[in-house]
Each structure stands twice: as structure tokens, then as C-alpha cells.
């Protein structure tokens, strides 16, 4: 059984919105690092956002205020809802978890020890 199973990815249009859905284990929530990361073909994996225990959210510059990261605990899941989506935006989207909570951050999460399948997300102009 995967430890992290990602939904919700789409193909829509420029200026639309998506929510992906991550399914965890659930001790992952209180001592993890948890986040998503992208990546298009033939480029390195992109951190995106990450969060720890609902707090401690952080963004990269390039979907800070677009994007919103958060964590339901009653349901085990992890979502990043995307707003006001851009072409620069098409990629897979992998929902990660790193041990430990410290260092947490959104260039943290690319390098994350665990990460699911990956959802695809397309936007078009």
C-alpha cells in the first residue's frame, strides 16, 4: 500500500483552479515534514509548498499567493489548492513527506525521502 496517494489533477484553463488531494498515513501529520513538489520532463523537481502540524506554511515565490497548502488530520489528507493557474504551472505534481519537522520548508520538500505517483495538471492558454 503507498504511503502517499495523490488526486484532483486536471486539465484546465489559464486563470482556473484545481485542488489536489494527497492521501497519507496518519503519523505522518504530527511529525513529518509534509509538501508538494513538481516537475515537467526533462527538469528537476520543483518544491512548491510545504507545512508542518497546520503551521509553519511555506511557498516558492513563484505560486506564493496563488496557492494555498493545508492539512485535514481528521481525514489523513494533505491538499494544495491552486488559484488563478498559468501555463508555467503545467507539470506533476507529487505530494511528498520528510521525517522531522525542523528544517521544514518548500525547497526542503523536492528532496523528500517519501513521495506518491504523481498528478498530472495541464493549463492552457
Known amino acids: 500500500q503507498a504511503l502517499l496517494a495523490e488526486s484532483g489533477g486536471d486539465s484546465v484553463q489559464a486563470g482556473g483552479s484545481l ?7 496518519k503519523y505522518m501529520f504530527s511529525s513529518y515534514c509534509m509538501g508538494w513538489f513538481r516537475q515537467v520532463p526533462g527538469k528537476g523537481r520543483e518544491g512548491v509548498a510545504s507545512i508542518v502540524r497546520n ?4 511557498y516558492s515565490e513563484s505560486v506564493k499567493d496563488r496557492f494555498t497548502i493545508s492539512q485535514d488530520t481528521a481525514k489523513n489528507i494533505l491538499y494544495l489548492e491552486m488559484n488563478s493557474l498559468k501555463p508555467e504551472d503545467t507539470a506533476m505534481y507529487y505530494c511528498a513527506a520528510e521525517p522531522g519537522t525542523w528544517s521544514c520548508g518548500w525547497s526542503l520538500i523536492a528532496s523528500a525521502k517519501y513521495s506518491g505517483q504523481g498528478t498530472q495538471v495541464t493549463v492552457s492558454t
Open 19 to 25: 485542488r489536489l488531494s494527497c492521501a497519507a498515513e
Open 55 to 58: 503551521s509553519k506554511l511555506s
